[in-house]
T-cell receptor, first 114, second 115 residues
């Protein structure tokens, strides 16, 4: 299994509070991604990173920010959580070696915003 | 724009039956990759297979097989002799060689295998 951990695994918070989710990898992969999973939508990309301090927006980036100060860590921040951000959040990594483009996923974080 | 459609929301089969999960994709890129992931009730995403757009050869892995047809933009997944452990949500996904290489997911098909 790819070495990807996410913390916390579960979190309940209140509307308006800031929340930070952490993704940690031990694979030294260049690319890291944050997705959210919602019923009826599959997984959708929030933000991604293609290197230290290099990040860009995905399909559903509004209300989220990210940071990557080290290769192994990719943080997702909800500056002021809203109930619409209740979801399961998955981190993924990829090294894009050759033609594979394979992504490995972390175990997920279930976030509930009350 | 890229899009993946999994029209079957839920499927139920009796154990030992064969079942095919459909996946139709849209992209204008000529180089792309197709994936299937399994999400069991425990919630993790398990990689099953990757195919690139230049390789239309079908693949078989044990009870699993995949049929990739560019002519119909489909990448279907068949489980033969289904088992209860196959019960999961299955996602088809697409990524491009250009850009961020992120995955575009379908909405998933929930497969329930009844003992």
């Amino acid at each position: 299994d790819a070495g990807i951990t996410q913390s916390p695994r579960h979190k309940v918070t209140e509307t308006g509070t800031p929340v930070t989710l952490r993704c940690h990898q031990t694979e030294n992969h260049r690319y890291m991604y944050w997705y959210r999973q919602d019923p009826g939508h599959g997984l959708r990309l929030i933000h991604y990173s293609y290197g230290v301090k290099d990040t860009d927006k995905g399909e559903v980036s509004d209300g989220y920010s990210v940071s990557r100060s080290k290769t192994e860590d990719f943080l997702l921040t909800l500056e002021s959580a809203t109930s619409s951000q209740t979801s399961v959040y998955f981190c993924a990594i990829s090294d894009h070696s050759g033609t594979y483009n394979e992504q490995f996923f972390g175990p997920g974080t279930r976030l509930t915003v009350l | 724009a890229q899009k993946v459609t999994q029209a079957q929301t839920e499927i139920s089969v009796v154990e030992k039956e064969d079942v095919t999960l459909d996946c139709v994709y849209e992209t204008r890129d000529t180089t792309y990759y197709l994936f299937w992931y399994k999400q069991p009730p425990s919630g993790e995403l398990v990689f099953l297979i990757r195919r690139n757009s230049f390789d239309e050869q079908n693949e078989i892995s044990g009870r699993y097989s995949w049929n990739f047809q560019k002519s119909t933009s489909s990448f279907n997944f068949t489980i033969t002799a289904s088992q209860v452990v196959d019960s999961a949500v299955y996602f088809c996904a697409l990524s491009l060689e250009t850009g961020a290489n992120n995955l575009f997911f379908g909405t998933g098909t929930r497969l329930t295998v009844i003992p």
